[in-house]
């Protein structure tokens, strides 16, 4: 006789505890290349300057024992919860730049620690949002169909764009420009829609763009030396060009470490893993033609958000 409990039953047995089920969550899907709610007919037009946060690879599972408990990750964002919770004015949303857990797809434990990540952020209040952003982890070691219909069945599309306030938010797969042999076709067609979007900018241009992303175009300087952390130089070029001529200014992706790279009037803001020992995260307030930002722990979150910049 076979005892052994699938992982989805585990799942829902556990979220029916806590008096939720697996899809109640903050965290919004893409559908169509959009997000519900943050649409450009309810958000499409400035009225005041507002804020939101950044964090980079929580890394379900990273440092529990055992893995699949996930207890210090979990840790971490309901202290990210709570900080926000806590924040006046209050945040428009929460940006998850990529690895949402330790475990790639298709490994062991990865299903455990994404069921895990996907409910992390219950305790927010208010209308806050969680939007996710696709990194290395969530496309698996070689990306391929499999892998991606997986993250789209658990986050919605992996590309896609978002109004707030007038801003639009181009979200993109940018694993797709490391893997690129495998995903070309892929590649290709989020290209193509970008196109739309820099094109339809032209017409009818937004406050400003900003872009999310999870591997940066480059994290120091435009012509740095090609390596894992930046998409290879043969690509690099092109695409900063384009966007450079759609008139972006702010593009968000992780690093290594805090940093900001510039090319011009463009800026690469890298920010470092929440998994890291400092447990840092990034605010950002958006004005009608520029964005100020800053790091902070979650030892020390600020509070009153207007007296920070």
């Not at 992390?120 to 698996?140: K, R, S, T």
């Amino acid at each position: 006789m076979n005892l052994e409990i699938h992982p989805d039953a585990l799942v829902t047995n556990q979220a029916e505890r806590a008096g939720k089920t697996p899809e109640e969550s903050r965290i919004l899907k893409g559908k169509d290349y959009k997000l519900p709610v943050l649409t450009h007919y309810r958000e499409g037009a400035w009225n005041e300057e507002f804020f939101f946060v950044q964090i980079a690879q929580p890394r379900f599972g990273k440092t529990a024992q055992p893995e699949e408990s996930c207890n210090e990750e979990k840790r971490q964002i309901a202290e990210l919860c709570q900080a926000v919770n806590r924040m006046i004015p209050k945040p428009r949303f929460i940006v998850v730049c990529g690895d949402f857990t330790y475990k790639k797809t298709g490994e062991k434990n990865h299903f455990l620690q994404t069921e895990a990540f996907k409910v992390a952020f219950n305790d927010l209040e208010g209308d806050h949002h969680v939007i996710c952003v696709c990194g290395q982890n969530e496309m698996g070691e070689n990306p391929n169909s499999g892998t991606i219909e997986s993250y789209r069945q658990n986050f919605g599309d992996d590309w896609f764009s978002f109004w707030v306030e007038g801003i639009q938010f181009v979200v993109i797969n940018s694993q797709y420009y490391r893997f690129e042999d495998q995903v070309n076709e892929l590649k290709s067609e989020q290209h193509d829609w970008l196109e739309s979007l820099f094109f339809q900018a032209q017409i009818n241009p937004p406050q400003q763009i900003i872009m999310l992303q999870s591997l940066p175009w480059f994290c120091s300087f435009l012509d740095e030396a090609d390596n894992t952390q930046n998409v290879d130089s043969s690509l690099r070029n092109s695409l900063v060009s384009k966007i450079k001529e759609a008139g972006i200014n702010t593009v968000l992706a992780t690093g290594e470490r805090n940093a900001v790279g510039k090319d011009g009037s463009l800026e690469m803001i890298l920010t470092s893993p929440l998994s890291c020992e400092a447990g840092n995260f990034r605010i950002l307030k958006v004005l009608k033609d520029k964005v100020l930002h800053k790091t902070f722990s979650l030892s020390e979150p600020p509070k009153d958000l207007t007296s920070i910049f």
